[in-house]
């Protein structure tokens, strides 16, 4: 199965741009990579996903590294609405496996400073 | 527009008896996933529905668990006999079609469980 790893936790002052990291050194050619944030005591929510192209939305850009073996997510502006543990997830093409194909790891927690 | 429903939003009861957890998906949305999440773990796959079907239903725990979906929408979760390692929050995500690699998943704000 193709895995992530990202920092445990990263801090931001509000207003100042954060980039989230994740390494996904077995991604197969194919694998989407998405992220979702969960906020306390809500669901996750879906922020943006890529294949090989650098990507934008609303809520952030996600840069994806030319070997597609890590990636990037921006937040341009960090808010404290930003607060959240954020999540890094490799989406599989294997389709007799759908529900396996979503694996959450434990995420970045991310802390934003007033 | 709505988003997914879960309900109750909190359930507590004792060792031993079942418990019953309802999901209602976006509207349309024909794919439907429950999962697990301990308390500051990562989400667990549990079972995913394409319509009423369950084409994955591997990551139920055992056979206290079920799931069933009928009319292409609603879902209940049932967990019989419960145990108090049972004790989670439990989600519900919907998504439009079934393309996992690139729908993204609309969640719920989930059911927490807790077994006395």
């Known amino acids: 199965d193709a895995k992530t790893t990202q920092p445990n936790s990263m801090e931001s002052n509000e207003e100042e741009p954060v980039h989230l990291p994740c390494n996904h050194s077995t991604i197969s050619g194919t694998d989407y990579i998405h992220w979702y944030r969960q906020l306390p005591s809500q669901g996750p929510e879906y922020v943006i996903h890529g294949l090989t192209s650098n990507v934008n939305n609303r809520m952030a850009s996600l840069a994806i590294a030319e070997d597609r073996k890590s990636s990037t997510l921006i937040l341009h502006r960090a808010t404290l609405r930003d607060a959240a543990v954020y999540y890094c997830?490799?989406?599989?093409?294997?389709?007799?496996?759908?529900?396996?194909?979503?694996?959450f790891g434990p995420g970045t927690r991310l802390s934003v400073l007033p | 527009g709505a988003g997914v429903s879960q309900s109750p939003s909190n359930k507590v009861t004792e060792k031993g008896k079942d418990v019953e957890l309802r999901c209602d998906p976006i509207s349309g949305h024909t794919a439907l996933y429950w999962y697990r999440q301990s308390l500051g773990q990562g989400l667990e796959f549990l079972i995913y529905f394409q319509g009423n079907s369950a084409p994955d239903k591997s990551g139920l725990p055992s056979d206290r668990f079920s799931a069933e979906r009928t009319g292409g929408s609603v879902s209940t979760l049932t967990i019989q006999r419960t145990q108090q390692e049972d004790s989670a929050v439990y989600l519900c995500?919907?998504?439009?079609?079934?393309?996992?690699?690139?729908?993204?998943?609309?969640f719920g704000d989930g059911t927490r469980l807790s077994i006395l």
């Open positions: 995500a919907s998504s439009l079609v079934d393309t996992p690699q690139h729908q993204p998943q609309h």
């Open positions: 997830i490799l989406r599989e093409t294997n389709r007799d496996n759908y529900g396996q194909n979503f694996v």
